[in-house]
């Protein structure tokens, strides 16, 4: 089971790298508690993550559904954080957009690992269906997380580039039509950003 799980945790991450994301430490984890509460912490967040690679893993071989939420579903409950972001999986799962669902998922890993994903293509592309269904304020946070994560990616991103000339194809250009998107979303210009965001689902570093 140990092995197992090392072997799809280097799956994950290798997706992350490909992906365009990039992973940071962050203080996402529960205050640190003794005995037995520390075991049990433990235990829930290796279910956690247990669960999140399966989901990962089915999600290539069929599209996912909501019945397969069942386990992940209450594994959330004791976390506002969590919860938020399940239920974007959620909506995401209802209205058929698989990939999203996917980058959400690895954003509930973060969150159980305390580690962050950052990769602003994956909210940034969500004010696509966000404002295609008429929901603006999900657009607008998924914009604002997106600008909140650029400035650390484009650093990232240059830097790994610089190294690497092959990764991230047509970076300038990707870099414009996100910064593009979080200007016309700031200027009340819903369908430039809508039309912005469509780009970076169809281009992004997925």
């Known amino acids: 089971m140990e092995s197992y799980s090392k072997f799809l945790l280097v799956i994950l991450l290798s997706l992350v790298f490909l992906a365009g994301c990039t992973q940071s430490q962050k203080d996402n984890l529960p205050p640190?508690?003794?005995?037995?509460?520390?075991?049990?912490?433990?235990k829930s967040q290796e279910g956690m993550v247990?669960?999140?690679f399966r989901l990962q893993a089915l999600s290539y071989k069929r599209n996912l559904t909501l019945g397969d939420l069942t386990?992940?579903?209450p594994m959330v409950d004791e976390n506002e954080k969590m919860q938020e972001e399940f239920g974007e999986l959620t909506w995401m799962l209802e209205r058929g957009y698989q990939h999203h669902a996917v980058h959400t998922m690895q954003s509930l890993y973060g969150m159980a690992t305390g580690t962050e994903v950052i990769c602003p293509t994956d909210p940034l592309s969500h004010a696509?269906?966000?404002?295609?269904?008429?929901?603006?304020?999900?657009?607008?946070?998924?914009?604002r997380e997106g600008a909140e994560q650029l400035p650390e990616w484009?650093?990232?991103?240059?830097?790994?580039?610089?190294?690497n000339?092959?990764?991230?194809?047509?970076l300038d250009?990707?870099?414009?039509?996100m910064k593009k998107e979080i200007s016309d979303m700031d200027a009340k210009n819903y369908a430039a950003a809508q039309a912005d965001a469509e780009y970076l689902e169809n281009n992004g570093y997925w």
Not at 32 to 42: K, M
Not at 128 to 143: H, M, Q, T
Not at 165 to 170: K, R, T
């Open 32 to 42: 640190a508690q003794g005995g037995d509460n520390a075991s049990a912490a433990q």
């Open 50 to 52: 247990h669960e999140i």
């Open 71 to 73: 386990n992940l579903s």
């Open 128 to 143: 696509s269906p966000y404002l295609k269904f008429g929901e603006l304020e999900k657009a607008k946070d998924a914009v």
């Open 154 to 163: 484009e650093v990232a991103a240059k830097r790994l580039k610089s190294q």
């Open 165 to 170: 000339p092959n990764l991230y194809p047509d």
């Open 173 to 177: 250009k990707m870099l414009a039509a």
